[in-house]
């Protein structure tokens, strides 16, 4: 594991961040067993958001007790200062502490959105009086548009950033982390195997730890997942494995899709899916979540080519704001089958 100073928090933070989003989906004894296996083998950062079901509750019934031994990361999705507030006292009672070292504006996508989160009565406004309350250490921000976010954090009001970075989307080192480097600040990468796509694994992680972010989260529920993540990250990366890694990086993120969900299919194709994951598949195959996708969503896909409101336009494509060809590449995917 490697640790680096942890922008203005001065924290060595583990290389290897714990993403608690799928531990509801587990026993509880399970789930408590992973964070603390992962506690006492090096990751110090855990990260949580109060939208992920029971997430932090299970944090706080699992590790509370050894609070000053990780970094805690929770978000708020509010907009609004009222919502923003309460979330983030419940955030607290959930997790059993008094305070979160980053608390994170959530999932900010459009520009609408952060003029909300950033006015008068906005949620920002509720994270600096938590903040001045020693409720909140640092505040930080997420989202799915790199471009936007290297122009949000721009200002200097966030000190955290959490971004996708993954062999199928390595947008973020286009303006986000050289303008988030420049400024100092907390860089956290997220879903480096893309959502449950991207194998083989140890590669998939080694990517985002090949570049310039203190922290990658994985999503983790077992043990032997930790073990399987904290193995990928024991041995330093030299330049011939960096090169290797960025060559492949450019061609499995040929369809350029940044996950900003920006666009819908009215037969319910997950769009974003099939587009980060079709060059994956036919270059490595897909772990057993992307295969059980692919299957979940055979008959939609398979219905595109005849969806006759898309014939002469696709609907979805107008909505792209980076005009992405995904209706080619939805039909493309029927020859999975
Ligand atoms: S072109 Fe295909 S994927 Fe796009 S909206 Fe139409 S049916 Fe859905
Ligand atoms: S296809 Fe375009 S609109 Fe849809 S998620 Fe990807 S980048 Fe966003």
Redesign the pocket.
């Known amino acids: 594991m490697r640790y680096t100073t942890f922008g203005e928090s001065g924290y060595q933070v583990s290389s290897l961040g714990f993403g608690a989003m799928n531990l509801p989906g587990v026993p509880f004894e399970q789930a408590r067993e992973a964070l603390n296996y992962a506690l006492d083998n090096g990751i110090n950062y855990i990260d949580t958001a109060a939208a992920y079901r029971n997430s932090e509750e299970i944090i706080g019934n699992s590790i509370s007790h050894r609070r000053q031994e990780y970094m805690l990361a929770t978000k708020t999705g509010a907009r609004d200062y009222a919502t923003a507030k309460s979330e983030i006292e419940r955030s607290l009672t959930r997790m059993k502490t008094d305070y979160v070292d980053i608390l994170q504006i959530h999932y900010v996508n459009y520009p609408q959105e952060f003029a909300t989160i950033m006015g008068e009565n906005g949620a920002y406004q509720a994270a600096l009086e938590a903040q001045r309350e020693g409720k909140v250490r640092f505040i930080g921000i997420t989202g799915h548009r790199p471009d936007l976010l290297a122009k949000w954090v721009a200002k200097g009001e966030f000190k955290q950033v959490l971004f996708h970075l993954s062999l199928a989307q390595r947008f973020a080192l286009d303006e986000l982390i050289p303008a988030a480097t420049a400024l100092n600040m907390m860089k956290v990468a997220m879903k480096p195997l893309s959502g449950g796509f991207i194998q083989p694994v140890d590669r998939a992680l080694r990517y985002p730890f090949s570049q310039d972010v203190h922290v990658t989260i994985s999503g983790m529920v077992s043990v032997a997942e930790v073990k399987e993540n904290i193995a990928a990250m024991q041995r330093e990366i030299d330049a011939g494995e960096r090169d290797e890694l960025e060559r492949l990086a450019v061609d499995l993120s040929e369809h350029n899709c940044r996950r900003c969900n920006y ?7 997950s ?1 974003p899916d ?1 587009m980060i994951s079709s060059k994956i598949r036919d270059t490595f195959g897909l772990l057993p979540k992307g295969d059980g996708f692919y299957q979940k969503q055979k008959d ?2 398979l ?3 005849d ?1 006759e ?2 014939k002469e336009k ?4 107008s909505k792209c704001p980076y005009h992405l060809p ?2 080619q590449v ?2 493309a995917a029927a020859s999975y089958y």
């Open positions: 666009c819908s299919c009215p037969l319910e194709i769009i099939v939609r896909i219905s595109c080519a969806y409101p898309c696709p609907l979805c494509e995904m209706q939805i039909q």
